[in-house]
């Protein structure tokens, strides 16, 4: 319960800057996307469901060969987040199980709830940066 309002809360804030004005840009999933993300929803036709998403309660499938699952929160899931830069993924690793090499165009943030796991990058010099992270970090 308390994730959905952190999550809400933490969008809210982020999107306001000087004045005081909140400015946002909730993207209409039924127009194309382009480099920026989606066009803006007819601010008329938004409501507070738009900026709420709960999808990060549903664990991932973990049953796979990398034994992993993730519930993505992109703009398609959560359009409060177009053109934002900002994108959120619940994890679900199964004991061993390890996230495929990938790249993405955005920050990462990892919170583990629960277990161990090595995280980490390899920056554009090709050097690595891990840590083993535990529950908390």
């Known amino acids: 319960m308390i994730l959905p309002i952190l999550i809400g809360f933490s969008l809210l804030a982020s999107l306001s800057y000087a004045d005081n004005v909140f400015n946002y840009c ?6 194309p996307t ?4 989606y066009t803006c929803k007819d ?3 938004v409501s507070a469901d ?10 991932g499938n973990t049953t796979n060969t990398f034994k992993f699952g993730a519930s993505p929160a992109f703009a398609p899931q959560f359009p409060a987040l177009n ?7 619940r994890a679900d690793l ?12 955005v920050a990462e943030l990892l919170i583990l709830v629960k277990g161990t796991v090595i995280g ?3 920056d554009t010099n090709n050097r690595a940066f891990y840590k083993t992270l535990h529950e908390g970090t």
Do not use: W
């Open 34 to 37: 382009g480099p920026s993300g």
């Open 50 to 59: 738009d900026f709420i998403f709960t999808g990060l309660r549903v664990a």
């Open 120 to 122: 980490g990058f390899i």
């Open 43 to 45: 601010p008329s036709k």
């Open 83 to 89: 053109g934002m830069g900002i994108s959120m993924v």
């Open 94 to 105: 199964g004991v061993g199980g390890a996230v495929p090499i990938h790249t993405h165009r």
């Open 26 to 31: 909730v993207g209409d999933l039924s127009s």
